[in-house]
C-alpha cells in the first residue's frame, strides 16, 4: 500500500520541521532539551498537522530508546499492559519511549496505569493532544510531565513544504508538472496552517490534474475546489469551538465591530447558530446590560428570526444584532451585582429573613417585639419609604454600584431625589 505523502516527505531533522521556531529555534528549550539526549515526560499541545508526531519521531531516532506508539481513540487498557510488560524485557532494558497520540481520548484508569511506569523511568512518555491538556489529562501525569504547545503554522512557513512536496511527488512518478502562477501560495494558506492538510490538497491536485504534452497541468481553479473550506479550524466541542465563541465575545465586549462580526461569520460558515445566538443572548445582559436595557428584547428579536429563518438568510438579523451591542453602550454594573451577592451566599452569609419581611401575620410567645411593622412604600410620597431589607448581618451591604452611563446615572439621580424628599 503507498503510504501517504505527509509520511513520505516528513522532516528527518529538526531543522526541516515546518513552524514552530519557538520550541525548536536555535536555543529554544525544547530543542535544547531534545540534544541534550536526556528526554523527560513531554505533553504536546497543538492543532493538528503542527508537528507533534514528527517532533516525537525525530526524538526516538535520536535515542536508545525502543519506540512504541498508541493511539489513544484506539487504544486498550490492554495495549498498555503490553507494552509495560516490555520494560521487562531485553529490548526493552535501557527504556522504553511510547508516544501517545490523542492522549485525551484516555480515561483515568488507563492514564493511570502509567503512572508508576513514568515515574521510576522505565517508561519515558510523549503524549499529544489537540485539546486543553490541563482538562483532558489526569493531573497526576501532568505533574510528572512538561508541556510544550505547538502553535498553528503561519502559511508563509508552509510553502516551502508544498514545493516540496510537488518536487517530490513528480519524481516518484516520473512526470513533469507545470504549476500556474499562485497555486502554491493558495495551498500553503488556504489550509489554515494545518502542513497535513496542505501535502494531501498537493497530492489531490497532481492526481486530479490534466496531462497536456506529457506534462500534469496544476491549475489554481482546481487547487481551490481542493482547498475550499479548509482554512478553518473548528470543532464543535473543542478547545477552537470555545476560543471563537470567547474572541466574539470579547469583541463586542470591546466595541470592536468588525472582529464581532469576523468571528461570527466563522461560526455562520460551520453552521453552527445556535452557539452564536446563545452567546449574543447573554452577552446583551451580560456586557451592555443596563447601559441599554433595550438590547435584551431586540437582540432576543433578532435570534428568534435567525433561528426561523436559518441559514443563509440567518446572517442578516444576526449580523444586526451583533452591531447594535458593538456599538451600545456597555454595563457590567448588573452582572457584578448578582456575582457579589451570590459569592456571599456561598460563604455562608444569609442570615434571618426581617421580621417585617416575613410571610407572617401573627407572632408568636417567643417573640420579642410583637407586630411585623412592614412600610408599605406605595402608600408614602414618591412610593418610597427607608426602611432595611436586608438581614442584620449583611445590612449594610451594597451589590449594586450604579454604572457610568447615561442610563444608570438617569436612574442614580432619581433614586438621589426620592431620598431626599
Request: proline fraction near 5%; hydrophobic fraction near 30%; aromatic fraction near 12%.
Given at each position: 500500500m503507498n503510504?501517504?505523502?505527509?509520511?513520505?516527505?516528513?522532516?528527518?531533522?529538526?531543522?526541516e520541521v515546518v513552524g514552530q521556531f519557538h520550541l525548536l529555534g536555535k536555543d529554544k528549550p525544547l530543542r535544547r532539551i531534545i540534544e541534550s539526549g536526556?528526554?523527560?515526560?513531554?505533553?504536546?499541545?497543538?492543532?493538528?498537522?503542527?508537528?507533534?508526531?514528527?517532533?516525537?519521531?525525530i526524538i526516538a531516532e535520536?535515542?536508545?530508546?525502543?519506540m512504541y506508539k498508541l493511539n489513544?481513540?484506539?487504544?486498550?487498557?490492554?495495549?498498555?499492559?503490553?507494552?509495560?510488560?516490555e520494560t521487562e524485557t531485553f529490548e526493552g532494558y535501557n527504556g522504553i519511549l511510547l508516544y501517545l497520540d490523542e492522549i485525551q481520548y484516555l480515561n483515568k484508569k488507563q492514564q493511570q496505569s502509567l503512572l508508576e511506569y513514568i515515574e521510576n523511568g522505565k517508561i519515558t512518555l510523549i503524549a499529544s493532544t489537540t485539546e486543553?491538556?490541563?482538562?483532558?489529562?489526569?493531573?497526576?501525569?501532568?505533574?510528572?510531565?512538561?508541556?510544550?504547545?505547538?502553535?498553528?503554522?503561519?502559511?508563509?512557513?508552509?510553502?516551502?513544504?508544498?514545493?516540496?512536496?510537488?518536487?517530490?511527488?513528480a519524481d516518484d512518478m516520473g512526470v513533469k508538472l507545470r504549476l500556474e502562477s499562485g497555486v502554491v501560495n493558495y495551498i500553503a494558506s488556504g489550509c489554515g496552517g494545518d502542513v497535513r492538510k496542505s501535502l494531501n490538497t498537493v497530492e489531490l491536485c497532481v492526481l486530479s490534474a490534466d496531462k497536456n504534452d506529457n506534462c500534469l497541468e496544476i491549475?489554481?481553479?482546481?487547487?481551490?475546489?481542493?482547498?475550499?473550506?479548509?482554512?478553518?479550524?473548528?470543532?464543535?466541542?473543542?478547545?477552537?469551538?470555545?476560543?471563537?465563541?470567547?474572541?466574539?465575545?470579547?469583541?463586542?465586549?470591546?466595541?470592536?465591530?468588525?472582529?464581532?462580526?469576523?468571528?461570527a461569520a466563522r461560526l455562520m460558515t460551520a453552521g453552527d447558530i445556535i452557539s452564536l445566538c446563545r452567546r449574543l443572548l447573554v452577552v446583551a445582559s451580560e456586557d451592555i446590560g443596563l447601559a441599554y436595557p433595550m438590547a435584551v428584547p431586540i437582540v432576543k428579536a433578532c435570534v428568534d428570526s435567525a433561528l426561523q429563518l436559518g441559514l443563509p438568510e440567518a446572517r442578516i438579523p444576526l449580523a444586526e444584532a451583533i452591531i447594535l451591542l458593538c456599538t451600545a453602550p456597555k454595563s457590567n454594573s448588573a452582572y457584578n451585582a448578582i456575582n457579589t451577592a451570590m459569592a456571599d451566599i456561598q460563604k455562608g452569609?444569609?442570615?434571618?429573613?426581617?421580621?417585617?419581611?416575613?410571610?407572617?401575620?401573627?407572632?408568636?410567645?417567643?417573640?420579642?417585639?410583637k407586630g411585623q411593622?412592614?412600610?408599605?412604600?406605595?402608600?408614602?410620597?414618591?412610593?418610597?419609604?427607608?426602611?432595611?431589607?436586608?438581614?442584620?448581618?449583611?445590612?449594610?451591604?451594597?451589590?449594586?454600584?450604579?454604572?457610568?452611563?447615561?442610563?444608570?446615572?438617569?436612574?442614580?439621580?432619581?433614586?438621589?431625589?426620592?431620598?431626599e424628599q
Open positions: 503510504k501517504p505523502l505527509a509520511d513520505r516527505i516528513r522532516p528527518k531533522t529538526l531543522d536526556q528526554i523527560p515526560n513531554m505533553i504536546f499541545y497543538g492543532p493538528s498537522g503542527t508537528g507533534k508526531t514528527t517532533v516525537a519521531r535520536n535515542t536508545n530508546l525502543k489513544g481513540t484506539s487504544a486498550s487498557i490492554t495495549d498498555i499492559k503490553e507494552i509495560i510488560a486543553n491538556p490541563y482538562f483532558y489529562v489526569f493531573n497526576a501525569i501532568i505533574s510528572r510531565s512538561t508541556v510544550f504547545e505547538f502553535k498553528q503554522v503561519s502559511s508563509e512557513d508552509v510553502v516551502p513544504a508544498v514545493k516540496r512536496a510537488f518536487q517530490i511527488i491549475t489554481l481553479e482546481n487547487a481551490k475546489l481542493l482547498t475550499q473550506r479548509s482554512n478553518m479550524r473548528y470543532d464543535r466541542n473543542g478547545d477552537e469551538h470555545y476560543d471563537i465563541l470567547s474572541a466574539f465575545q470579547k469583541s463586542i465586549r470591546g466595541s470592536d465591530e468588525n472582529a464581532a462580526i469576523h468571528y452569609m444569609a442570615g434571618p429573613i426581617p421580621r417585617h419581611l416575613q410571610n407572617m401575620h401573627f407572632d408568636g410567645d417567643d417573640a420579642e417585639v411593622y412592614y412600610k408599605y412604600p406605595h402608600d408614602y410620597t414618591n412610593h418610597y419609604v427607608e426602611q432595611q431589607y436586608l438581614p442584620d448581618n449583611l445590612k449594610d451591604r451594597i451589590y449594586y454600584e450604579f454604572g457610568d452611563n447615561k442610563q444608570e446615572q438617569t436612574a442614580l439621580l432619581y433614586r438621589k431625589k426620592i431620598k
